[in-house]
C-alpha cells in the first residue's frame, strides 16, 4: 500500500511561483512512471509533468519551459516547481504513482493563480 501526500499550494499572483511536493510512503522502489496532474473546473484531469522510474521527464505543453518536475529518492518526495504562473494554471494538483497493476492518487492540492 502506498500513500501520498501532497503539500505547497495555495493562492499566487500571475507571474509568480510555487513548489508542490509529494511526498510518498510505502514501498515505491519499482515504480514505472509518477506524476502531476491538474484538473481545474469543468475538465477532466490531465497531466502536467511526469517522471519515469528512469528519470525521464515529460511535460504538458502548456507548462513546458516554466514547470520542473524533480525527484528525491532519499525522501520518497517528487517535487513541481511551477514558475511563470498564469491564470490558466489554477486547478487542484494531483501527485499519482504508476505501477505494472496499480496505481495511487493523492488527495490534490489547490493552486490558485489570480490575475
Known amino acids: 500500500q502506498v500513500q501520498l501526500v501532497e503539500s505547497g499550494g495555495g493562492l499566487v499572483q500571475a507571474g509568480g511561483s510555487l513548489r508542490l511536493s509529494c511526498a510518498a510512503s510505502?514501498?515505491?522502489?519499482?515504480?514505472?512512471?509518477m506524476g502531476w496532474y491538474r484538473q481545474s473546473p469543468g475538465k477532466q484531469r490531465d497531466l502536467v509533468a511526469g517522471?519515469?522510474?528512469?528519470?525521464?521527464?515529460n511535460y504538458a505543453d502548456s507548462v513546458k519551459g516554466r514547470f520542473t518536475i524533480s525527484r528525491d529518492n532519499a525522501k520518497n518526495t517528487v517535487y513541481l516547481q511551477m514558475n511563470s504562473l498564469k491564470p490558466e494554471d489554477t486547478g487542484v494538483y494531483y501527485c499519482n504513482i504508476n505501477f505494472v497493476t496499480t496505481s495511487y492518487w493523492g488527495q490534490g492540492t489547490q493552486v490558485t493563480v489570480s490575475s
Open positions: 517522471v519515469t522510474s528512469g528519470g525521464i521527464a
Open positions: 510505502g514501498s515505491i522502489f519499482r515504480f514505472n512512471f
